[in-house]
């Protein structure tokens, strides 16, 4: 039996019949705005743009980006949106990152634990 849930965005009951969180409205909506997203950094002139500029263009929140992101969102556009490693200062492809470490420094960080 389905379960009657809340939606995480906007807080109308929904009926849950898969593992998300969100009813069908937002979902569609939050489709629409990877899909504008992704198109946006596609058609971006420079070769790359940061995590930054993406989220204010879009009035996205950081951790619904990363939850995005995680959840493979971004794959087609991952080399070309930025960050600044908060270790090191350098700047690298999402692709190229956790969290917000470079590679690099996430394998430092792994091999001193």
């Known amino acids: ?33 990877v899909s504008d997203i992704n198109s946006f950094v596609e058609m971006y002139p420079k070769e790359t743009i940061s995590r930054e500029e993406v989220l204010e263009k879009f009035n996205l929140p950081k951790a619904e980006f990363e939850s995005l992101l995680a959840a493979g969102k971004f794959v087609r556009v991952a080399k070309k949106i930025t960050i600044v490693c908060t270790k090191c200062g350098k700047v690298v492809p999402i692709a190229n990152a956790t969290n917000s470490l470079c ?11």
């Open 1 to 33: 039996m389905p379960n009657v849930a809340n939606c995480k965005k906007c807080g109308a009951l929904f009926i849950q019949s898969s593992k998300r969180d969100i009813c069908d409205k937002c979902f569609e909506q939050q489709n629409k705005m």
């Open 103 to 113: 590679n690099d420094c996430t394998r430092k960080l792994q091999n001193e634990i």
